[in-house]
């Protein structure tokens, strides 16, 4: 997906919405999506992203191509935030690191495989060869939806970090590289599937 371009996808249950790169006038989109998320999905993310500073550093962290990020939009309603950071340079200039969220009422429809299927578009545009998800132990569900795009566990670090609560936890890395994701998504994706999303 091109910086210019926009794709409207339909969903399992008929709704169609629109994926896109953010642009800045995503801004209080993005704080009102990030306000919606239930507590406890909001906990295992990175930084509060109900912080205004934290949502305009993120914005700003895609402006200057650091960082690739996507979301999904229903009328004006951003439901799915991905982003795509690439590494860039020195001994992971091959690698880049993957993160999605999914809002609670449009799980379970296809639209983060959809997501996913862009960003991974993404990454290969810029020549990443290995890509790597972080996670806190908890997320059992993003773990299991990973391991169905062929990422594995590479470790674990216990009680490494911290979440937003204050609890800590192990963080799991897991690892997949490109050519494999592209595999199983085309299980995914039958030939159908694919002109019907497009």
């Given at each position: ?81 991905g982003g795509l950071e690439l590494f ?94 592209w595999e199983e998504l085309e ?12």
């Amino acid at each position: 997906m091109d910086l210019d371009q926009e794709q409207r996808v339909r969903l399992k249950s008929g709704t169609e919405v629109l994926i896109r790169h953010m642009v800045p006038d995503d801004l209080e989109r993005s704080i009102t999506f990030f306000h919606e998320l239930p507590e406890d999905d909001r906990a295992f993310l990175r930084v509060d992203v109900t912080r205004r500073d934290h949502v305009e550093r993120r914005i700003r962290e895609a402006e200057t191509g650091r960082v690739r990020r996507l979301v999904a939009l229903d009328g004006d309603r951003i439901v799915a935030d991905g982003g795509l950071e690439l590494f860039g340079h020195g001994w992971k200039e091959h690698a880049a690191e993957l993160r999605l969220i999914v809002a609670r009422d449009f799980q379970r429809q296809g639209l983060g495989m959809l997501m996913a299927r862009e960003l991974f578009g993404l990454a290969a545009h810029e020549k990443v060869e290995e890509i790597v998800v972080k996670m806190m132990r908890p997320q059992i569900a993003a773990r299991r939806i990973f391991r169905k795009l062929g990422f594995r566990e590479e470790f674990s670090l216990p009680r490494w970090v911290k979440d937003l609560r204050g609890v800590k936890q192990d963080l799991i890395v897991m690892q997949c590289d490109l050519n494999a994701l592209w595999e199983e998504l085309e299980e995914h994706f039958t030939g159908r599937d694919w002109q019907r999303t497009r």
